[in-house]
């Protein structure tokens, strides 16, 4: 596979192919691809640009239209989007895709069309002809990046907005967001426009500004039993609620948090580094660091006491024996009361 900026260095050098593969889940290179294309060819296309979605309609009748001469440009653009056919188990439609079709354009794409097949998937069956076809293309990588990789891209996009992100604020966008692109790139513009250019943004900036995740609100619950504050705790479980979270979920959530205190803390005691810790839990760096900090305010027998709290909670509204809301608003302030 090709890397996108790759493929649109070269568009720029005046290669522009009839046939693109865009293979991946991550949206941030797809509209990247798309944008950059779109620049390119915009005198040339300019209202010829169609999209289709393969679940909705049959590829034959795209290949149909790729194949028609443009009435009023030189050239025209066609997105074609989720090709099922590519999937190792396509989903069953109520219509059948003339591969053939696809084959034949395939093997000989018209001069006046350039097709772009968006396949939002992580894998493709290799094993099927229409697959061996396409890798003749230009497929492009458009999948997520790799964990490791997602600080420099935070580095980035904040250069590209001019401004600075400083460590604890990356390491909240790095925990909350992981390596979806998309989403960074979009909080990281909101970020940019509340602090100005050359604006330094710093955690607390970016937990005002950043859109709360289903995370964030969960590392605020474990806060608010840190401090003990009840009315917190009630006022982030209703906003968790709005958001149409059941309260089994989220005790999933906060059994989690929990949980990781618990082991970072036994680790610790261990003499465990960081590193040795991440790697035996699976998490997060900034998890293990937070979890770490965190840890110093329990001992070990309260540790346990919650997560027993978490068990008999999730039990009883698992058993009907109590309603959902009322059982974990009484769970939230046992966890608070805890000795």
Not at 7 to 29: A, C, R, S, W
Not at 177 to 192: D, G, R, V
């Amino acid at each position: 596979m090709i890397d996108v900026i790759k493929v649109l260095k070269k568009m720029k050098h005046g290669t522009i192919d009839n046939v693109y593969i865009l293979q991946g889940t991550e949206q941030y290179f797809i509209e990247q691809f798309k944008n950059g294309l779109e620049n390119l060819l915009k005198e040339e296309v300019n209202d010829e640009v169609f999209s289709y979605d393969l679940r909705e309609i049959p590829v034959q009748d795209v290949v149909h239209d790729a194949e028609t001469i443009p009435f009023f440009n030189e050239h025209k653009l066609i997105y074609v989007n989720h090709p099922i056919f590519l999937k190792p188990k396509p989903d069953k439609l109520p219509f059948v895709h003339d591969l053939s079709k696809l084959e034949n354009l395939l093997h000989n794409p018209p001069s006046f069309t350039t097709l772009v097949i968006i396949a939002p998937y992580e894998k493709l069956d290799g094993r099927k002809k229409i697959t061996k076809l396409m890798k003749k293309h230009s497929i492009i990588d458009c999948q997520p990046i790799k964990q490791n990789e997602t600080r420099s891209w935070i580095g980035q996009l904040a250069k590209n907005n001019k401004i600075t992100i400083d460590r604890e604020a990356a390491e909240l966008l790095e925990t909350e967001f992981e390596t979806n692109i998309y989403i960074l790139k979009s909080e990281i513009e909101k970020l940019a426009l509340f602090v100005g250019k050359n604006g330094i943004v710093t955690r607390e900036i970016a937990l005002q500004i950043i859109s709360s995740s289903l995370t964030s609100n969960a590392l605020h619950l474990v806060d608010a039993v840190l401090n003990k504050n009840l009315q917190q705790a009630i006022i982030i479980y209703k906003d968790l609620v709005k958001m149409r979270e059941d309260p089994i979920g989220l005790i999933a959530l906060l059994a989690f948090q929990f949980r990781t205190i618990f082991q970072v803390k036994l680790m610790r005691e261990k003499g465990y580094p960081n590193q040795r810790i991440q790697q035996e839990l699976k998490v997060h760096p900034y998890m293990v660091k937070l979890a770490s900090e965190r840890s110093v305010r329990f001992s070990n027998d309260t540790l346990k006491q919650i997560m027993g709290e978490l068990a008999h909670t999730d039990a009883i509204i698992k058993r009907g024996q109590m309603n959902m809301e009322i059982a974990f608003e009484w769970l939230l302030y046992k966890l608070i009361n805890v000795k």
